[in-house]
């Protein structure tokens, strides 16, 4: 998710309420913050971001325009000389006797103008209105009395008071619905029966009179001034997050208690008598905010927003007090480096994560549950002590939850160990609440076992105050640059950087700093299936084989090969095939004609697919060898067969000829049987070409490591990748299920050779070493290269082996070498079973996406398990890894 | 696409047909307001935004746009407003406007335009004041009234009597119209404005004459942002080939500097070869940047570390033949079979569409590489033992990159492994391809002072303070090695010696890698 154009105090300028009354027209009525200077014209921004397209020339006609017209401005109004050394504070008296009021004048213009401009038609009700009045743009979101001129919704009185949003996350992100409580047709109708209704019991004058004078519509005015090029992202967002519902929250309160026209009223009354008595803005201001909570609600509006926070509005009607909050979400994570150096972007947690939880995540909720937990963006207590201030039973659940959370714990997990006081949903609707609240985020559990870098994206700028605030919380730990120096070094599991088990909680404490502050990110391990080219080829004959056979039980049963063709998915027979009349071939068949009395051709071929992996032994391979040229033999004997005995769809295609077409000769039904008879001909002998063919090709064998068989019949044979192995079929579930095969069959081939079994997936494990390094080199991957500080600021270049055996690492991993090497004598089998059982439950993991360290929280299983069943399969994977 | 094009004007004489604001030409007709004989709606309800066209006094004079209440068309306009003794009530009021579409795909649409309504409203105002063009029109023109009833036909004449001539006149469409009233003859307004919207519409540009001394010249600038800050540690990569598109009317500063571009040399060592200083090939080249024609890396060392992106998995899968592109651009034809002489031109041969680099002369590989080479260009590189490596192999060298590995030691490890991989693939343009393409990130070196650290903390930093290291102001882990060592132009051999005798106390320094 790509962050949005965000307002700030630069490009959001100020927040004005403009009403129109039906009597006396338009009005301004308040405007936040007070002091509102004529924006600088975008072309003279400090940042000369957009200065490039504005001509010169025109500019100094245009500025010659703009004087004309300013001088022969009305008497009345204020120099412009004089407006620009005005502090906007004390009222002026111009020459003439005319008094200028300070909150006369917002952004450079009067008010008296901008409240008609400001006040667009009815055609704009409820739609947006956008006017750029350069360089300011006016966004708003105008509300409009029905058109039956009344504004109150007596039907609405007897509803309850608005839900407290804070209590309820889900009614916070449906505001719009909580606001409008029915259909807006609905709500119409509604409002003339009352009408009706009122008519009918008689309404007061009063009322009527106020109908009559009363205002006509409001308008809540975003005053923005944006750059160019972000100016309609800036629109888009802030209209659909803030700008609509916050007219909406008013309108509601407007409809139900005439709320924003009496506060208006009151305003308006503070500010005339202010002008009279002339007193200074800000103190008028104060008054106005302290005795209004609709101008209140402005200012807490512009404040907030303006700084990217939560603004929570107040607004005391006086039906009760009105609460409302608006923001606009920022994502807090993105999942690559932002494009430039952009700045805004600088800090965000850098994952992959969550981008997942877009499309695969949405058919199951187990997968947010298992995968993610709470990370509180501000101290716990703190959280708990806000939620304590009152206190009902969502919040006592609430601060069960919290209590429950740790960031090293999944949503599940939290289920679990709050011995089943929180559901899952529970669990899950609180932690939505936090999140879209912005008190804490979602991550994936941390874990010791996992791999912690320092983040590219992390905001060095802050490194200063940051380091200061973790020499406070974690006195006793590394200084803050050493330990995000250790972590930058070389990617390793983050418990090797702990001195020893008493200090694990701390660290993960640390650990959980680090991430809030976007620090540090986690090093992700993505796995594709590779394809040796020795099962490529294996699965490549295997299937040929079986083809051919099926071919040939075809022609057996006097079928032509043709309309077998359509049942198998890969049909290969290539018409093309110029094997017609090869006498070589013929020959060479018959002469093993005497063999295949028994034809033994289903049976055998079949056998060639399916227990070819028992087949290692060269002379079983000769006799099928033997056994398939005999088939070709076989075949080459057949055409007399088929001739005399036609498939059924043939002798129905001659039956039919001969009973639609009566007058077909004898001459021509010669000929046509004397065109089958060459179709079948033809196919015969292409059938025994492949066979020949196929004969003539190595026989497949199986080597320990099909990595590194450099056998000469595979030279032409690249890797092949299985991009998803989830998603794979035809050839590629062939390829998978050979890997199984071969999975569960290593323990019979041989004693296992240490060494593979520490290949673990990582950078550089992929096994691409040739055979006679690669038992040495596969110790060396671990090698990681350190660069240690020895303080004076010396820094030394040192190897050190953090694989193999001679680590804890090491040791850890080659807890699939115990198992493969030591324990690979008695129980070897039983492991190799469980790595064969494991590899279709982990096909799913295996696209890229999907991190590997995940699995087994996913998979419900121990987490060295998951590792080492993984290890074990790691010479089929194509690892990568980044966040 | 400029939907709609009109001059409105106000008109303040009560009592008359012609009261208030009224679209006086528009193209096409009846865009804005109806006219007989166009069945076509107008695009919107003129009444509705007839106060944004001609506003009041205190908004004239500037650029206003304003959209329609369905959302779908916004109206830019310029109200001049022109005071002199001459006009009724000492007030001309014009308005020039340009109907375009909200919905632009991008708001960058909407932004070139703003310029045209500004040279627009200049050059009108300009003739206005100089020979009252507008408010003495003699073409004749028809006025629609904004409720759309019955449309007038009228012909104005302002002059000092100020009398209005009403006449039925058939509408002119954008046509001859003929001498009226027995005036020089010239362009009726609506045929000129129609001009502009085609030529606009068809050619991003227009040409003009109004009269014998007047002429518009507009022209549409694409909109692009401010272009990051060129640094003296960039490494600008040609995206297009210089050399065919430069000619000696260019600036001459850029011409230096685009003759030493070649995706080596950093901007430090450009500017030296070009004999141009420091800022002047940094400003050259941000505007170079703006027209999106280079784009920057950094500098390329084997002792550097660089890593995957997510974007790594584009890659694997090859998406949109990725990897071939990559091949042809990385891999070596073996010096030992042949040399081509026209590699460094026929690199250009697949990637002028995409955005690869396509100028680096191969010469400059020659202190990395044993054998300089050009690229392979055969796409297949099967045929006569061409060295295109597989794309697996590609593949795995891709990913094999991570934190904490230098290239030299992810060299080794290739090399190790069986595979040399210096003999079929340019490393340098294998690490610069991932970073163009976004497949890798370079993992920088920072280094890091305690002491500096707490100082900036409290505010009390003093760089360059009493018995401070020139090399002080870098240790707050916001300056990459690669900025030490072209500003001070020292090897990071050389920083980390100087650093040793940096006064700090042990352990102050520490170096963080990110």
Known sequence: MALPVLPSPSNFLAVALVINRSRDGPRFVFHYPPHVGPAQCSGAKPDGADDVDIDDDDDILLGRATRDGLKRSTSSDPDAAELSHWNHEDHLVTESGTQVVPWEYVAGFPTKDLENILTPARAYHKKLFQISLDPLLCVSYPVHVPENGVWRNKKKQQQQAPRKEDADAAAATDADASFRPADRRASDVDQIEARDIAKAAVKTVEETEDKKSSMTMFNLVFILNPKKHEAKDLVDVMFFHIIKKINKAYKYCQQRSDFVWKESKRILALKDKAREDKRTMSSLWDDILSTSSLAASMQDLYDAISRNRIAALQLDTPEGLVTHSVQIPVPFHISDLPQDDSDDQRGLWLTTANSLMGDDAVDEPDYVDKNFALLPMTDEKKIIAELQSDADETTLQMIEFVRHCKPTLSFYQVGQQSSNILTPAQVRKFAQHFIFWRRAIAIPPLHARDMYIVSPNCDMRRLPQAAAQWARQFPLSPPLPNFLAELSVAPRPYKLHCPSKAHRPVYMTMLAWLMRGGWVTQLCTFAYVVVWPEIVYEVEFAFEAEEIARAKRAQNRGGEPRSVEGEGDFSSTSAGMAALGDPAVADFGSGFLPLLEDSPDLASSVATLRDLSLSHSPTLARTQQHSRVSDAGHSSASPTLLITQPTDSDQLEVLWRVTTNASTTPAEQAAEKARLERIADKTARELIERATAHARKAVPVQTAHPSVNSARHLAGISPHIILDAKKATGKESLYLSAIGRRLRERGNRSPRDGGDGGLRPGPGTNSMMSSSQRTSSSSRLFEHQHTKSDGRGNHHHVKTAVGGSSSKEGKENGAANASGGAAGVKDGKDWDERVANAWPLFWKYFNGRSALERIALQEEMKRKDAWNLLTAMSEYLLCVRHW | ?514
């Not at chain 2, 046509?175 to 001009?195: C, D, K, M, Q």
């Not at chain 2, 020659?366 to 055969?378: A, K």
């Not at chain 2, 505010?459 to 009493?466: K, S």
């Open chain 2, 1 to 514: 696409m400029i939907q709609g094009i009109f001059y409105a004007r106000f008109f303040p004489q009560e009592g008359y047909m012609l009261f208030g604001t009224k679209i006086v030409a528009q193209s096409p007709p009846g865009c804005i307001v109806p006219v007989p004989g166009v069945s076509k709606p107008p695009l919107f309800d003129f009444s509705v935004l007839s106060e944004y066209v001609i506003p009041r006094q205190a908004f004239c004079n500037r650029y206003i746009t304003v959209n329609d209440p369905e959302g779908k068309y916004s109206v830019l306009g310029f109200p001049v407003s022109i005071r002199s003794q001459r006009y009724d009530r000492n007030e001309f009021i014009f308005n020039f406007g340009i109907v375009v579409e909200c919905e632009a795909v991008t708001v960058a649409d909407q932004i070139p335009y703003e310029r045209v309504v500004r040279r627009l409203a200049v050059t009108f105002a300009e003739m206005e004041k100089q020979n009252c063009y507008l408010s003495q029109d003699p073409a004749r023109y028809h006025v629609g009234g904004s409720g759309g009833k019955n449309a007038e036909y009228s012909q104005y004449h302002q002059k000092m009597q100020q009398q209005v001539l009403l006449q039925q006149q058939q509408l002119v469409a954008g046509g001859g119209g003929g001498g009226g009233g027995g005036n020089i003859y010239r362009r009726p307004i609506e045929s000129l404005l129609e001009i502009v919207k085609e030529d606009l519409n068809n050619y991003g540009e227009c040409m003009i004459p109004v009269d014998d001394a007047n002429t518009i010249n507009m022209k549409l600038f694409p909109h692009h942002p401010t272009p990051p800050e060129v640094k003296g540690w960039h490494v600008p990569v040609a995206k297009m080939k210089f050399s065919e598109v430069v000619d000696p009317t260019w600036d001459l500063t850029l011409q230096r500097v685009i003759a030493h571009i070649d995706g080596v040399s950093d901007v430090r060592r450009i500017a030296f070869a070009a004999d141009v200083s420091l800022e002047l090939t940094q400003l050259a080249l941000r505007h170079l940047l703006y027209y999106d024609t280079i784009l920057l890396l950094d500098m390329f060392f084997f002792g550097a570390c660089y890593a995957p992106r997510p974007a790594v998995a584009d890659f694997v899968t090859n998406l949109g033949g990725i990897v071939d592109e990559c091949a042809n651009y990385v891999c070596i034809v073996g010096s030992t079979t042949h040399h081509s002489p026209s590699s460094p031109t026929s690199h250009h041969l697949s990637s002028s569409s995409d955005k690869l680099p396509s100028t680096i002369g191969s010469e400059s590989l020659g202190d990395v590489l044993t054998s300089p080479g050009g690229s392979s260009l055969s796409n297949g590189g099967s045929g006569g033992g061409s060295h295109r490596i597989s794309n697996y192999m590609l593949i795995k060298l891709m990913t094999t990159f991570c934190v904490g590995k230098t290239v030299a030691e992810w060299l080794k490890g290739h090399v190790d492994a069986g595979f040399d991989v210096m003999r079929f693939v340019d490393v340098r343009r294998l690490v610069q391809f991932g970073l163009i393409k976004g497949l890798l990130y370079r993992v920088h070196k920072y280094i890091v002072s305690k002491q500096y650290l707490a100082a900036l903390a409290t505010g009390q930093a003093r760089p360059l303070g009493a018995g401070g290291d020139s090399l002080q102001r870098y240790t707050d882990g916001r300056h990459t090695f690669d900025q030490i060592m072209t500003e001070q132009n020292l090897t990071d051999g050389e920083i980390m010696d100087r650093l040793k005798s940096f006064p700090a106390p042990a352990g102050d320094l520490t170096v963080l890698y990110k």
